[in-house]
């Protein structure tokens, strides 16, 4: 009988592999976790040093002083936008140190070119600025060009031959400063000729003076501010600004006694009745002349709003519509060729003193006229003697040299 397992048992006490080899081949396979223990590679160190050398070079040399205003190019450099005089070298200026004239024309870009256009030129109902009788002509004056400014100005008015009727808004709200530049801009830009400045002085002391104007300036208030009034701060010009106020009415009421003393019963006239009778009148015999508004037609008809001949003298206005008036004729400032017929063999309604009377009446008190002197009936009747023997219409030398009363 044999023992088979003897030899088998025996084979596990003689191990052929050593241990150590075998656990040499598992630390090949599995290196051992090295976390957190690694110092930095020297390449990366270098690089991250190099960098940081170079940020720091960089920002010592660009830092443009650290100031806040070192990407806006006018406000860093003002100078080389616009050179201030004498060369003056202000970094970090200021915009009140740009002079007045281009401050001015920023002001006129911002403010009033939507309606006047950077042309100066206007349109649209909107008038012109370049070569405006008001801006640097006729009609300019210091004080004016200030008040029209500030408090802006209502229609109708007359520019270069042409009325306009609308509204300029005021412009009290803006500094002393803006006003001051944009008014010496649009004097002097676009071949306007005016010189010199309007100083923000001028425009404080405008500002207390016409302080009370509530609304836009009516063209008559306006033209009442003589064109040689200066503006210094002092008040002593103050008394024209109450009297601007009614200038065209002021007149026709020192004529009130003369026209009123040779016609009895003057006295007691109903001016408001006869103004609403001569609405009627007007529909009838002027409307399609002078047009329902009194602004008449551009080119055409005259306005008989503002006029020195509605506004003024009575007689020679009851001669007018009467008569009539042949050649060319002036009317605030812009010259009319039509001519208007002889109305008293026109309409068989003028034949009637009362109709005459009632109609200028409404034309005196209607179209921004006001006038508190009726014209009566009797005064009618005494112009139509007067001249009955005429047939002519009036030329415009006869107007105005027109014969007082006899
Ligand atoms: C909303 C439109 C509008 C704006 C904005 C405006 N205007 Fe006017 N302006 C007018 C109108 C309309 C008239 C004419 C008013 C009238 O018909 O009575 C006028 C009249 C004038 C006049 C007198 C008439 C002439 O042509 O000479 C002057 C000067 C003037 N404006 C200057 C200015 C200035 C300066 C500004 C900017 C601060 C300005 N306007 C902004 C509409 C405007
Ligand atoms: C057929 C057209 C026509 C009719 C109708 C007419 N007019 Fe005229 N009117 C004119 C014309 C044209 C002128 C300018 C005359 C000229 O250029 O010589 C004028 C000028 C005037 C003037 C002087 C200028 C001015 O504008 O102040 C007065 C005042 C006037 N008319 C008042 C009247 C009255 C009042 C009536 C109605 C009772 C009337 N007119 C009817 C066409 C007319």
Redesign the pocket.
């Known amino acids: 009988m044999s023992q088979p397992n003897e030899g088998q048992d025996r084979l596990d006490y003689q191990e052929t592999a050593d241990i150590t080899e075998v656990h040499a081949s598992i630390l090949r396979e599995h290196a051992e976790p090295v976390a957190n223990s690694m110092p930095i590679p020297t390449w990366l160190g270098v690089l991250c040093a190099g960098a940081l050398c170079w940020a720091g070079v960089y920002v010592g040399l660009f830092n443009g002083g650290f100031s806040s205003k070192i990407y806006n190019e006018y406000e860093s450099s003002p100078a080389a936008f616009f050179p201030l005089p004498g060369g003056q070298q202000k970094g970090g200026g200021e915009v009140a140190e740009m002079p007045l004239l281009a401050f001015g024309e920023k002001v006129y870009g911002n403010r009033c070119v939507a309606c006047h256009q950077a042309s100066g030129l206007g349109g649209n109902g909107v008038p012109p600025l370049v070569g405006s009788e008001w801006v640097d002509g006729s009609e300019y004056g210091e004080k004016r060009m200030v008040a029209l400014i500030l408090k802006g100005m209502q229609g109708p008015v007359t520019v270069k031959g042409v009325s306009y009727n609308a509204l300029m808004p005021n412009w009290d709200g803006l500094k002393d400063r803006e006003i001051a530049g944009v008014i010496t801009y649009i004097r002097q830009a676009w071949g306007n000729k005016g010189t010199g400045e309007i100083t923000e002085a001028q425009v404080k002391a405008a500002k207390k003076e016409f302080m009370s104007q509530a609304g836009a300036w009516k063209v008559e208030q306006l033209k009442a501010i003589p064109t040689d009034a200066k503006l210094d701060g002092g008040g002593a010009a103050k008394a024209d600004a109450p009297k601007a106020a009614a200038p065209v009415a002021d007149v026709p009421k020192a004529d009130a006694p003369k026209a009123a003393e040779p016609t009895p019963g003057a006295g007691s006239f109903d001016l408001a009745a006869s103004i609403a009778a001569g609405k009627t009148?007007?529909m009838q015999?002027?409307?399609?002349?002078?047009q329902p508004t009194g602004m008449?037609i551009p080119g055409?008809?005259?306005?008989?709003a503002a006029?020195?001949?509605?506004n003024v003298d009575q007689r020679r206005?009851v001669a007018?519509?009467l008569k009539?008036?042949?050649?060319?004729?002036k009317?605030?400032g812009v010259?009319?060729?039509?001519?208007?017929?002889n109305?008293e063999l026109?309409?068989p309604l003028?034949k009637d003193d009362k109709n005459?009377a009632d109609?200028?009446n409404y034309?005196r008190n209607n179209f921004t006229n006001k006038n508190d002197a009726p014209i009566t009936p009797d005064l009618v009747g005494k112009v139509r003697k007067e001249f009955a023997e005429r047939a002519a219409?009036w030329?415009?030398q006869e107007?105005l040299n027109f014969p007082p009363a006899k």
Do not use: R
Request: overall charge negative.
């Open positions: 009148v007007y015999t002027c409307l399609a002349c002078h008449g055409a008809f005259p306005p008989l006029t020195e001949f509605v206005l007018i519509t009539g008036i042949q050649g060319p004729l009317v605030n010259a009319y060729a039509a001519a208007m017929p109305l026109t309409y003028l005459v109609v200028l034309v219409q030329t415009e107007l």
